[in-house]
């Protein structure tokens, strides 16, 4: 006796999309630039920007960093405060 079963539709896995935040140098969410980012670069020409502004070009060392977002829900850093 055979039994006919259709495959399981299954659909496509996508991806969740990532998202970024920026972090002071206690690695908490950053207390002016506290926003999420679509992409690395976003948010971190948004650090620059504001860094340059407040802090000034010449200061050569970032002190702000950037976490992404994972698929459990934490956030892993990607650059660290003054790297």
Same mark, same amino acid.
């Given at each position: 006796?055979?039994t ?17 935040? &920026? ?16 992409? &690395? ?5 948004e650090? &620059? ?31 660290h405060?003054?790297?």
């Open positions: 006796m055979a006919s079963s259709a495959p399981a539709s299954r659909s496509p896995r996508v991806a969740p999309s990532r998202l970024y935040r &920026l972090v002071d140098q206690q690695g908490n969410p950053h207390p002016v630039l506290d926003d999420l980012y679509e992409s &690395l670069e976003a948010a971190w020409s650090a &620059l920007n504001w860094w340059q502004e407040h802090v000034g070009a010449e200061q050569p060392v970032v002190g702000i960093g950037v976490e992404v977002s994972t698929t459990s829900g934490d956030w892993r850093t990607l650059r405060p003054g790297s």
